[in-house]
């Protein structure tokens, strides 16, 4: 339990054990994270000024805190933000929690953009992004690529609501539009889509009940269930996107680092070109790029 004037110290190693004990994977991490929260500190300030003390706001604010991490619910939502390619995005029970391997999809279609934007400097380049969750892809291609517009949808209204904060907070809100709905059944007839991005759900429905708590307890289950195989999403997409994609267009999957072979058959089966694996940091398979040539 943690008390007022307590030592910044003392309370680091009382969060730290009480999340050690509910057999949390990095105990000193969340405690050191959860209590420079608290106290507007980085995790190396809250070791260097060990000896300050926890004011009553503090220490009751704090253990807060820890009771909710303590329930398995994922630190980002107890944070409330998550970072993604530098850029901190609010993060709550509304859409899954922003993930890094998503970055490497994320740097694959910057590229793309940035390379489009170069050879042709008078357009601006359409891109979208299906099943925005957060927002975290849509949000970050605006951001980097200034150029580029940006449509997204889900069919979560809550999860759009969240998008549409992050967009604002991040000052791209002017040039990212969010439509809720079926894959992407929303999106405009009329726009050439330079590329499509979607990090939707792959994982295979029985193997929910095996993960870890805070996601099977935590993270919206839309956001999770693939179907049988994991693949339903990925498939209907790959399929509907050809009517929105301009000639050459360009479609980007993300998948689970098993997927990458199933992933590529059907792209290739639907006739996408230049198929090429993207692998995320740890070198893992994370996402496949397919070109749309009719
Ligand atoms: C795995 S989460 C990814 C969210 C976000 N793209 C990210 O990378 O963090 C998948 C998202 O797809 C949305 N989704 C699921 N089925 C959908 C559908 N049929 N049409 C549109 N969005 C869908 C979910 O609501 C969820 O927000």
Same mark, same amino acid.
């Given at each position: 339990?943690?008390?007022?004037?307590?030592?910044?110290?003392?309370? #680091? +190693?009382?969060?730290?054990?009480?999340?050690?004990?509910?057999?949390?994977?990095?105990?000193?991490?969340?405690?050191?994270?959860?209590?420079?929260?608290?106290?507007?500190?980085?995790?190396?300030?809250?070791?260097? !000024?060990?000896?300050?003390?926890?004011?009553?706001?503090?220490?009751?604010?704090?253990?807060?805190?820890? %009771?909710?991490?303590?329930?398995?619910?994922? #630190?980002?939502?107890?944070?409330?933000?998550?970072?993604?390619?530098?850029?901190? !995005?609010?993060?709550?029970?509304?859409a899954?929690?922003?993930?890094?391997?998503?970055?490497?999809?994320?740097?694959?279609?910057?590229?793309?953009?940035?390379?489009?934007?170069?050879?042709?400097?008078?357009?601006?380049?359409?891109?979208?992004?299906i099943g925005t969750g957060?927002?975290?892809?849509?949000?970050?291609? +605006?951001?980097?690529?200034?150029?580029?517009?940006?449509?997204a949808t889900d069919r979560s209204a809550p999860a759009l609501?969240?998008a549409?904060?992050?967009?604002?907070? #991040?000052?791209?809100?002017?040039?990212?539009?969010f439509a809720e709905g079926h894959l992407a059944g929303p999106?405009?007839?009329?726009?050439? !889509? %330079?590329?499509?991005?979607?990090?939707l759900p792959?994982? $295979?429905?029985?193997?929910?009940?095996?993960?870890? $708590?805070?996601?099977?307890?935590?993270?919206p289950t839309s956001a999770?269930d693939?179907? +049988?195989?994991?693949?339903?999403l990925?498939?209907e997409l790959?399929?509907?996107?050809?009517?929105?994609?301009?000639?050459?267009?360009?479609?980007?999957?993300?998948?689970?680092?098993?997927?990458?072979?199933?992933?590529?058959?059907?792209?290739?089966?639907?006739?996408?070109?230049?198929?090429?694996?993207?692998?995320?940091?740890?070198?893992?398979?994370? +996402?496949?790029?397919?070109?749309?040539?009719?």
């Open positions: 339990m943690v008390t007022t004037n307590t030592t910044w110290a003392l309370a #680091l +190693a009382d969060a730290t054990a009480r999340l050690a004990a509910a057999g949390l994977d990095e105990p000193e991490v969340d405690a050191a994270l959860l209590l420079g929260h608290v106290v507007s500190a980085s995790r190396t300030m809250v070791r260097l !000024f060990a000896d300050r003390l926890l004011d009553p706001a503090q220490a009751t604010a704090l253990e807060r805190l820890v %009771a909710r991490r303590l329930r398995r619910e994922p #630190l980002p939502y107890v944070l409330g933000y998550q970072e993604f390619m530098g850029l901190r !995005f609010a993060c709550d029970q509304r899954l929690v922003p993930r890094w391997d998503t970055e490497a999809l994320a740097e694959r279609a910057i590229a793309a953009l940035r390379a489009a934007c170069a050879r042709r400097p008078e357009e601006q380049p359409c891109v979208a992004d957060s927002g975290i892809l849509a949000v970050t291609l +605006a951001h980097e690529v200034p150029r580029a517009r940006v449509w609501a969240l549409a904060e992050n967009a604002a907070a #991040l000052g791209v809100a002017a040039r990212v539009i999106l405009p007839r009329d726009v050439a !889509f %330079a590329g499509i991005v979607a990090n792959y994982i $295979p429905s029985g193997e929910l009940s095996g993960l870890q $708590p805070e996601v099977r307890d935590w993270e999770l693939g179907g +049988a195989d994991g693949l339903d990925l498939r790959a399929t509907a996107a050809p009517a929105y994609l301009s000639p050459r267009g360009w479609l980007l999957l993300e998948h689970a680092d098993d997927q990458s072979d199933a992933v590529r058959d059907l792209l290739a089966e639907r006739g996408y070109a230049d198929l090429e694996v993207v692998r995320d940091l740890a070198g893992r398979d994370r +996402a496949v790029w397919g070109v749309w040539r009719p």
